[in-house]
Each structure stands twice: as C-alpha cells, then as structure tokens.
C-alpha cells in the first residue's frame, strides 16, 4: 500500500494566491467576472478566489456563485445525489460575461463537462475558463484548465481529497491516498472524492 502524501494550508494558500493573481491579471478592466464553484468541492474555492481577486482588483469586483451539477452526471447510477446538496445559484446575468468554473480537482474532466451543460441551461456567457485548484491529471475527456493551483501524480487507483476549512483555513488540507484506505473514508461536506 502507498504511504498517504499530505499538502499542508501554506501550499494550498500559496496555490489560491496564484490562482487569484492570474485571473486578475487576465480579466483587468473587465466589467462583469462570475465565479462559480461547482458543488460541492469548488464552493469554497470559489468564494476565496472572488474575495482574493476582489481586494487584487477592486474595481472587477467579481462575483461569487454555485453550480449543482447533480443532474448533468454521467455517473448518476454509481454517485447517486447526495441528501445534502447546494442548489445552483448564479449572481449576476451571465449571458454575455466572462464566467470562471471552480472545483477542487480536476481527473477525468465528466465534472466539468457537467458543469458546462449545468451553466448553458442558464444562459450564454461570453467566455468560460476554468480554475482548478488540484490537477491530478489522468484525463478521459478533452479538458484542460485556464488556471492551475497545483499539478500532483496520483495513479487511478488513488484518491484526493481536498478540505478547505471555512471556518479555520489553517487546517485545509490534500491528502492523497489509496482508494478505500481509512484517510479517503473522511467524511466532509466540505471535501470532494475525484
């Protein structure tokens, strides 16, 4: 069994940091950005970018949002949705702006491509990049991230998890360990499995 790898708070607050400085930088003198954290492991995500990004660039001032992609899975069989979910909420129009989708984690790319189908039953935004805190690589469908916190290797049979602690952002944490090992049982509402 492979010993379970852990990214402390400092590297992932280090990883937010570059994500909010690369997407002010691109989106200067913009008039309308939205964030939307794809639920559940891309909302808090969202929410630090948009208040990162917003003390970078005051005048942005972008917009946080959720995106419920329950509906859009492929997978809908296996990962059935779940008792406790966040609703789709989007804050400002989105036909015509630049949208930004948030996750956690990025692995085979069907998150995302729900995530687009989710966003296009609510309108037509102008431009959608995606910003991705963990790229895990191990790709099945034809998508690459605008914005990358961090790049890991972790093989297919692996998991990563990724905790962003509201309330406490000393304690986030990657962990990164073998499927159906006691540390990828950890439940948080918080957290997304890849």
Not at 149 to 172: F, M, N, Y
């Amino acid at each position: 069994m492979a010993i379970p790898k852990t990214i402390g708070s400092g590297e992932i607050h280090a990883a937010i940091e570059r994500l909010a400085t690369a997407i002010s930088a691109r989106h200067a003198g913009k008039k309308t950005l939205v964030l939307l954290g794809i639920a559940n492991g891309g909302i808090e995500l969202a929410r630090r970018l948009a208040a990162r990004i917003g003390q970078l660039a005051p005048t942005l001032a972008p917009r946080a949002g959720t995106l419920d992609i329950s509906f859009h899975r492929d997978d809908i069989g296996h990962h059935p949705i779940p008792k406790e979910f966040s609703p789709t909420h989007i804050p400002a129009d989105i036909d015509g702006a630049a949208v930004i989708l948030v996750d956690d984690v990025l692995f085979s790319g069907r998150t995302v491509k729900a995530g687009l189908d989710e966003l296009f039953d609510h309108g037509r935004p102008a431009k959608v990049e995606l910003a991705i805190l963990v790229d895990r690589g191990g790709r099945r469908l034809p998508f690459a991230p605008d914005y990358c916190g961090l790049a890991v290797s972790a093989d297919a049979g692996e998991k990563v998890i990724v905790t962003l602690d509201a309330a406490h952002p000393q304690r986030d944490a990657i962990r990164i360990s073998a499927a159906g090992s006691a540390q990828s049982k950890i439940a948080n509402p918080k957290s997304k499995l890849s």
